[in-house]
């Protein structure tokens, strides 16, 4: 009886189940012993780890809703998730809540999150749509590029105005999306050409256009979020569009910055988050200092969030941060596997557009941790302290859970090879 109701609660792929509970594990331990800064503002050591942990259950409860849904019903609220991303990514710009210069949030009866985090989402959604009802014998019929970049043209640009690393994720996803629904090679080589082409002259215009200087660093996300206030009532058009290019530009200069500065020379308040962040790691030792014993999460600014690899590697060493990375290489392969069993093309697009998503992202936080890429804001999926982040995650974990439980299988070319010979016999 007990089996029996386990097997109705947790249905679709185990292997992915138990790559989401090991992550859910990682998250709680990781999150309780990051959040000392938080424990130190609140008086309370369990306040932000059950906070996370009862967000968590809601988004495990978010995941069994959709895993139950049939994948043949994702195709209906696709146009409905694109008009609500627009429009709520527009608030968002007019009327959003400011955090690290930026108005990236929008309130809604309490409650705060991020117009992004959906609209990621819908544009996976809409592409596997069209990759999927304009597949030919040959690959992708050439109008599938057209669409594509149409529906893109109206989400991404008001992504990219305050957050450019959502607006490259989003497109590197979408971009493999395509490759892999085989659109023309010709097509993509173009695109690829062009997308070169205006990231040149992006980034001359941030280095043009964007002062430094007269912005706090980049690193201290903190002191940002504590005292710097966008007046928006004050800027004009020009400076909404160019706001955030003293913030790249920062991020830019630092990640280029190769040149040796002495560890007595270090300026922990100008560098907080990249310079902690390489203690943590120097500190691990290769085998860790153990969970809850970091000792740079009481200095590393998000430590809970965008560097919460940081503090993983710090306390489980080398071996924590192989054993989290696999576990994302894990889920992707076997989202492979899932959907090169679909039948139909949607789910199995829809599968593999959500798995990259999460493991790109994954890729990028884990980049900015080591300092293989500047800082981008990009939480860890699963295992960094969100709201709106981690909720939609498990949304997208139990979309894939869902295309594992209900979309329509192949036939095994090995029984169907057997069955003549069975019957000859």
């Known amino acids: 009886m007990i089996n029996k109701t386990l097997n109705n609660i947790f249905k679709g792929d185990k292997v992915i189940w138990m790559v989401f509970f090991f992550l859910c594990i990682i998250s709680v331990i990781e999150v309780y012993s990051a959040s000392s800064q938080l424990t130190y503002k609140g008086g309370s050591y369990l306040a932000p780890v059950m906070k996370h942990l009862g967000i968590l259950l809601m ?3 978010c995941m069994v809703v959709t895993l139950n849904i049939k994948c043949k019903y994702f195709k209906i609220v696709t146009p409905f998730l694109l008009i609500l991303s627009v429009l709520m990514l527009i608030w968002a710009l007019v009327d959003g809540h400011d955090a690290n210069d930026a108005s990236r949030w929008v309130g809604f009866m309490g409650l705060k999150f991020q117009p992004s985090e959906i ?3 819908a544009l996976v959604l809409a592409t596997a749509q069209i990759l999927s009802a304009m597949q030919t014998e040959n690959g992708a019929d050439r109008h599938a590029f057209k669409y594509i970049l149409i529906v893109c043209a109206f989400i991404v640009p008001l992504i990219l105005v305050e957050n450019f ?3 490259a994720l989003i497109c590197v ?4 999306m395509m490759i892999l629904g085989r659109v023309p090679m010709q097509q993509l080589g173009k695109l690829l050409g062009v997308v ?3 990231g040149v002259v992006f980034f001359l215009m941030i280095m043009v256009f964007g002062s ?10 903190t002191l940002v979020e504590q005292t710097e206030k966008v007046e928006n009532v004050r800027q004009s058009a020009v400076e909404k569009v160019f706001h955030r290019f003293g913030t790249w530009k920062s991020r830019v200069l630092k990640f280029a910055d190769h040149s040796y500065v002495a560890p007595a020379d270090v300026d922990l308040n100008k560098d907080a988050q990249t310079s902690h962040a390489n203690i943590a790691i120097a500190s691990s030792n290769v085998v860790g200092k153990g969970p809850g014993n970091s000792v740079e999460r009481d200095f590393l600014s998000q430590a809970f969030s965008d560097f919460i690899y940081a503090i993983i590697i710090e306390e489980m060493g080398i071996v924590g941060a192989v054993f989290v990375a696999m576990l994302y290489i894990i889920l992707l392969f076997r989202t492979g596997r899932i959907a090169n069993r679909c039948e139909n093309n949607f789910p199995a697009f829809l599968a593999m557009g959500l798995a990259l998503l999460l493991v790109t992202q994954a890729l990028f936080n884990m980049c900015v941790a080591v300092g293989l890429a500047p800082v981008t804001g990009q939480p860890l999926p699963l295992v960094s302290k969100g709201g709106t982040s981690t909720m939609i995650n498990c949304i997208y974990v139990g979309a ?9 299988k192949k036939d095994e070319p090995v029984q169907s090879r057997l069955k003549p010979v ?3 016999s």
């Open 59 to 61: 988004g495990i409860f």
């Open 119 to 121: 609209a990621k989402g």
């Open 165 to 167: 690393s959502t607006a």
């Open 173 to 176: 996803v979408i971009f493999m």
């Open 196 to 198: 070169m082409l205006l």
């Open 212 to 221: 430094a200087s007269s912005k706090t660093p980049a690193d201290n996300q």
């Open 400 to 408: 894939i859970l869902s295309v594992s439980r209900s979309a329509k």
């Open 422 to 424: 069975v019957a000859v």
